[in-house]
């Protein structure tokens, strides 16, 4: 008796066990999925950053370490200057900067990413890099292409 009646109890634990809802989720699938997101944005972020074409110079020189969000200014073949991807004049240039840097206290602290293009006139780069310096700011960065090795 004593062996029937315990396999009865574990056949009847067994019924239970089967009739009820799984409950527990499998986050694997979510994970892998969230996983792969992540890697594709963060690949494709840095392209998305500024969508002026200008072909930038070739140099050796390393990447620079940044810690707060850049400002960025190109300058294309013709000598446009651009900053984001909205055209602005000369004139203009360090007034819309500045605001964007969020006024002159913050102007030293802000760097600014200037990208020229490899067939812009120098004069072009000369006179933008002068006038971000005359308005304050200290940190600028030419960008270029590394050049490929020999």
């Known amino acids: ?3 029937g009646g315990g396999a009865s109890g574990g056949g009847r634990r067994g019924r239970r066990g089967r009739k009820g809802p799984l409950t527990e989720i499998n986050v694997t699938p979510l994970v892998d999925v ?3 997101l992540l890697i594709i944005f963060m690949i494709s972020a840095p392209l998305l950053t500024v969508g002026v074409p200008v072909e930038l110079p070739k140099t050796e020189a390393s990447a620079v370490e940044i810690k707060s969000e850049p400002l960025s200014v190109s300058i294309d073949q013709q000598g446009a200057i651009f900053v984001g991807d909205n055209e602005t004049a000369f004139d ?7 605001t964007e840097a969020g006024g002159a206290d913050k102007a030293s602290e ?3 990413f200037v990208r020229a293009d490899g067939r812009a006139p120098y004069q072009a780069v000369a006179r933008v890099m002068a006038r971000l310096s005359a308005s304050g700011f200290t940190k600028l960065n030419l960008i270029t292409d590394t ?3 020999a």
Not at 92 to 98: D, E, F, V
Request: proline share 11%; glycine share 0%.
């Open 1 to 3: 008796m004593a062996l």
């Open 34 to 36: 969230m996983l792969v």
């Open 92 to 98: 203009a240039l360090s007034t819309r900067l500045l």
């Open 110 to 112: 802000r760097p600014v």
């Open 147 to 149: 050049a490929p090795e």
